[in-house]
């Protein structure tokens, strides 16, 4: 579980989710969902880092 | 009643230790004493007081849901386990500060820091990080800024944003100063910081193309290419050629990190931002770890004296007496405003249950104090000789070993020459002098405590630029990550009078919000760098001071909820450690500001070299009327910035009074929680 602790979450919670509760709507692919939290986590606006 | 026996078996060993700790005069004391005092004290404060704060002040309800199970995306809502998120947050408040903070405040010797870190984490820091958890965690995980304006009006959350920009600024400048002063003629340092640019970008480019999201197996392979970037380092620095091509001047080091800050914070951040953190997020933890165990290990004494005679403020590593500037020197570990803006930012969106905020919360807090406490323990087991050689100011001890050892013998601290270029040679660097800045100090300190454990004094150099690197990988990736931060937050600020600003996703308004703030922190960093006093000595009180405050200013936001709770008879919590630190940073602001000491105030030190330049004296360490001229701006610079964070402190103080009466004269509460669900929960 190392992994949450640099952002980047379950993908197999994440897939499970868009199907139980968005179902029809797209889901990334693993590829897709490990760029798109990377963008989240660095881009900026989460405060950065602290001191 | 058994169930509190082993609490308070721990009580009383605490107690034992801290007063070990606090009687011994004239006898070295091991290390693990303070080490048990700490534990002991954190174990019992987060028994009885978070858990008090919890059921009492906040009232935390396991079954209401929280915004991971309200709004679960799998994305930015996610319910994660409190092992995982402990960590997680750790990672994200622990950075170059609580390690940098104890180093300095050594110079007063072990026992006030010691102090202040123990009672300031468990009265203040750890109840700052939980309440503004708390309150994010019921507000949608919202951020501190939002957080002030829903609760406190749409002008304090302005000034507070405006104040959290500036406070970005100096940290940045700061961070980056430590860098400076730990990598500035020092080849092997160099050579092994600047190769791990290439190598997160081959990380960058594996997790992108060859093996997407493999973090795991990419950071190994990291870790392989930064050990053999020390052991190559060694020979980099000993080549004719490379060696001198690695070696760089201070000045010649700050602009390259002003272009490194400018160029890193436009690029993707795939390319090199992300693959960085996750090779200082597991190296920080892993060195942390072992730091811990080989402090327990070692077992070492400490060498430091328990109270030096600089507690009255003629100290040489940094000016001003034990109150209020040991208050502000140490600030994370102790108590951090930094840490609000991580407690409403990504953490609350990933809290499963409210039943897990205090282990997060003021846990992970107790935590980073650990990680201080064994900063100031790392400091305090090096010979105080070797300690103020390495942190005084080239103006006050010179540059060369005799007039080194010359000068800190005369403090009281004996020391020979030899010591001094010994200690030089086996750490493999070619001065320890006036190294300031804390890291080298404390890269010292872990070379010695690793080497007593693995490699005996043949690895010490090894272990040396380990830990110099192990600093330097996670301040660059603060200053990146911190460049973007801010970019966003001034882009937010300019866009109140110019909207076209808000437009993150256009390239013109990025490109300049991006460069006025690395400017900034570059301002203040080519301040620090050409300082003759090292810079430390100007910019950590600044940075202090500025952290303490918004630290006052989240606690400010804290009292503000508890008050519209209608929990104002448990606002003691809050209120004392608000009162405590605004107490330390005005009198602290206040003094950096008129005081006539030219040491500690920078309008005494502006007027002194305005008053010699007025009759065409160049002073020291100017030397031309230019350098005179320089030296009163950036006097006058600073002290404007104090007077503005002492001005957005006050304002936020009103703000926080005017809601407290307001909330007082209301029947109900007014706190705009997300309710809890209609069924009870009872």
């Known amino acids: ?51 | 009643m058994t169930r509190h026996i082993a609490w308070i078996l721990i009580a009383i060993t605490g107690a034992v230790a801290l007063a070990v700790v606090a009687m011994s005069r004239d006898e070295a004391i091991n290390a693990l004493w303070i080490v048990v005092a700490a534990v002991s004290s954190f174990l019992v404060a987060y028994r009885y007081y978070a858990l008090y704060i919890a059921r009492t002040v906040m009232r935390l309800d396991p079954l209401r849901p929280t915004p991971a199970m309200r709004r679960a995306d799998g994305l930015d809502y996610v319910a994660t386990d409190r092992v995982v998120l402990f960590g997680h947050h750790f990672a994200a408040i622990a950075g170059a500060g609580p390690l940098v903070g104890p180093v300095l405040a050594a110079q007063m010797g072990y026992l006030p820091g010691t102090i202040w870190i123990i009672a300031g984490v468990v009265l203040a820091g750890a109840v700052q990080d939980f309440m503004v958890l708390f309150i994010s965690m019921r507000r949608d995980g919202k951020s501190l800024g939002e957080l002030i304006r829903m609760e406190m009006g749409q002008v304090a959350g302005t000034i507070a944003l405006f104040g959290a920009f500036m406070i970005m600024v100096i940290i940045l400048a700061v961070l980056a100063l430590i860098v400076v002063k730990a990598l500035a003629e020092s080849p092997w340092g160099m050579f092994t910081v600047a190769a791990t640019v290439p190598l997160a970008m081959l990380m960058g480019a594996y997790t992108r193309w060859i093996r997407p999201g493999r973090i795991g197996e990419v950071s190994l392979l990291g870790l392989v290419g930064l050990l053999a970037a020390i052991v190559y380092g060694q020979s980099v620095a000993l080549s004719p050629v490379w060696g001198p091509a690695f070696t760089f001047t201070p000045v010649q080091l700050c602009w390259i990190l002003i272009g490194y800050g400018a160029v890193a914070s436009v690029l993707p951040v795939w390319l090199l931002l992300a693959p960085r953190d996750y090779l200082s997020t597991f190296l920080k933890i892993g060195a942390i770890a072992a730091l811990a165990i080989g402090i327990v290990i070692m077992a070492p004494p400490l060498k430091m004296h328990a109270v030096t005679q600089f507690v009255n403020g003629n100290g040489p590593v940094w000016s001003g007496g034990l109150f209020p500037f040991l208050f502000i020197t140490i600030a994370c570990g102790a108590v951090s405003g930094f840490h609000a803006l991580i407690a409403s930012g990504t953490t609350p969106k990933l809290i499963a249950s409210e039943a897990d905020a205090p282990i997060i919360g003021y846990g992970a807090m107790l935590m980073e104090a650990f990680v201080a406490i064994m900063a100031l323990v790392g400091a305090s087991i090096l010979d105080p000789g070797v300690y103020f050689t390495m942190n005084s100011p080239a103006a006050v001890i010179g540059t060369d070993a005799s007039s080194a050892a010359a000068a800190v013998t005369a403090m009281g601290f004996p020391i020979t020459p030899d010591l001094i270029t010994q200690t030089a040679k086996d750490v493999g660097e070619h001065t320890i002098i006036s190294r300031t800045g804390g890291a080298p100090t404390l890269a010292v300190a872990m070379a010695e405590i690793f080497s007593h454990v693995v490699g005996g004094s043949a690895m010490k150099a090894f272990w040396y630029h380990f830990a110099i690197l192990f600093e330097a990988l996670f301040i660059l990736t603060a200053v990146d990550a911190g460049t973007r931060a801010g970019r966003f937050m001034l882009q937010d600020l300019i866009a109140l009078a110019v909207p076209a600003f808000k437009e993150t996703k256009s390239i013109g308004p990025s490109l300049v919000a991006t460069g006025l703030t690395v400017a900034a922190w570059g301002f203040f960093l080519y301040q620090g760098v050409t300082d003759p006093l090292g810079g430390v000595n100007t910019l950590w009180p600044v940075f202090g001071i500025s952290n303490q405050m918004l630290a006052a200013i989240a606690l400010m936001l804290a009292t503000a909820v508890l008050f519209r709770m209608k929990q104002d008879r448990y606002a003691w919590v809050t209120t004392i450690p608000t009162a405590w630190l605004l107490i330390c940073t005005l009198s602290a602001g206040l003094l950096k500001l008129i005081s006539t000491d030219v040491k500690v105030g920078f309008l005494a030190h502006a007027a002194k070299f305005s008053a010699a330049a007025e009759q065409g004296t160049v002073l020291a360490p100017a030397k031309s009327m230019a350098e005179m001229r320089q030296i009163i701006f950036n006097d006058r610079v600073d002290a404007g910035l104090v007077a503005i964070f002492l001005a957005v402190v006050l304002s936020l103080l009103f703000f926080t009074i005017r809601t407290c009466i307001a909330a007082r004269r209301t029947d109900g509460p007014t706190a705009r929680e997300i309710p809890a669900p209609l069924v009870p929960a009872e």
Do not use: I, W
Not at chain 1, 4 to 24: E, F, I, N, Q
């Open chain 1, 1 to 51: 579980m190392a992994r949450m602790m640099v952002g980047v979450p379950d993908y197999d919670s994440y897939a499970l989710h868009m199907r139980t509760h968005h179902p029809g709507q797209p889901v990334m692919t693993r590829t897709q969902f490990f760029r798109d939290r990377q963008e989240a986590r660095y881009g900026g606006k989460n405060g950065g880092k602290c001191c």
